[in-house]
């Protein structure tokens, strides 16, 4: 079992910066792939960011691209979420997620793919 905790959600005006960090007990993150999602209220929990297990390989959903940086230390068992230039559109429940990887090259953009869930950290953006 993978137990996983959110940190570092908060308030912020828009055009500032945050960052979350995910960190994991219970088991190493070698071999876990790791994504970051959200959810707004009355909307469906979306997919943000994923990275790869050694931390090579990422992906944005296309409204973050160039604003937020998905990162991990495997040796703290901590992922993070730099999320920079941050907009009103960004406020949600962010959650972090991991599943085991096929291989080392793959990264996992369905949220049904995961097996472990954090609680979630609250992000505001106010304008």
């Known amino acids: 079992q993978v137990q996983l905790v959110e940190t570092g959600g908060g308030l912020v005006q828009a055009g500032g910066s945050l960052r979350l960090s995910c960190a994991a007990s219970g088991r190493t993150l070698r071999r876990y792939a790791m994504g970051w999602f959200r959810q707004a209220p009355g909307k469906e929990r979306e997919f943000v960011a994923t990275?790869?297990?050694?931390?090579?390989?990422?992906d944005y959903v296309d409204s973050v691209k160039g604003r937020f940086t998905i990162s991990r230390d495997n040796a703290k068992n901590t992922v993070y979420l730099q999320m920079n230039s941050l907009k009103p559109e960004d406020t949600a429940i962010y959650y972090c997620?991991?599943?085991?990887?096929?291989?080392?090259?793959?990264?996992?953009?369905?949220?049904?793919?995961?097996?472990?869930w954090g609680q979630g950290t609250q992000v505001t953006v106010s304008s």
């Open positions: 990275i790869n297990w050694p931390g090579g390989s990422t």
């Open positions: 997620a991991a599943r085991e990887s096929f291989g080392s090259t793959y990264y996992y953009t369905n949220q049904y793919e995961y097996a472990y």
